[in-house]
């Protein structure tokens, strides 16, 4: 059995990312309008906020971040799956004796354990008919004792390959009692006509391009000037000159 490939197409890490963030917008977004304001309008002193004149602003600093992250993301996916396809392709077959009667291990297949941080060879003894779990240095995983279910003795396995279907048989060598497991390597469930529309139609909402982060930073900027221009007490200051001017003019024309 050829070795599993960790490498892909970019565009399936950019489809990886993208469903990612489409996710996270969805869960912070909770179906608010992003054209609507967060209410309260206003602070705990009843000063003006960043809700009260924008829209989720958590939610658009986590799609700022996304954005500015995603490029280097998908780099760093690529680079390490094609690391791990080199290790596959690079790493020479250990050499491993059965730990019952020291017969060299014939490797069978192997792959790329995240978790074992290496390339993990499936090694079989055919004397004995049992498969052992090695990594790269030579080193043999402990098996799991597997006992019959029947009678609890022993077991002897065997490995049966027919394409993309791969069948473990446990069988007791007393009563002859065989467990079969059957492990085939699935495609992916394909999702509905629906579901890739909805995606879609999220995507463009939550997915940014550089013109809505320039949008956002702009708007950012537009709202800080307005906090800073409120807070400094000029607005209130205008505003108190507004109604002293209008109230001197209703005065003169009652004159």
Known sequence: ???????????????????????????????IDLGTKVIPMKGRRNELTMHAVMP?????????????EREKTIKEWIERDRKRDDA?????????????????????????????HGVIFRMGCLPCHKTYRVNETGYIFPRKRITCVKCKKT???SIEENGNIMVYIDTCIRCGHAERTVIEDKPEVQETDIERQRYERDKKLYCWTPREKD????????VQMTLEYVASGRFAEEQEEEKTTATARRTKKRK
């Open 56 to 68: 989720n602003p958590v939610l658009k600093e986590i799609l700022l971040h996304r954005f500015d």
């Open 88 to 116: 596959l392709e690079n790493t020479p077959e250990p050499r491993a004796m059965c730990p019952k009667c020291k017969t060299r291990l014939d490797c069978l297949s192997r792959d790329f354990s995240p978790d074992a």
């Open 1 to 31: 059995m050829q070795p599993h490939k960790c490498l892909k197409e970019r565009s399936h890490y950019e489809e990886r990312y993208d469903r990612c963030t489409v996710e996270l917008g969805r869960d912070y977004d909770h179906d």
């Open 155 to 157: 077991t002897h396995s």
């Open 215 to 222: 949008l956002y930073l702009g708007w950012i900027a537009h």
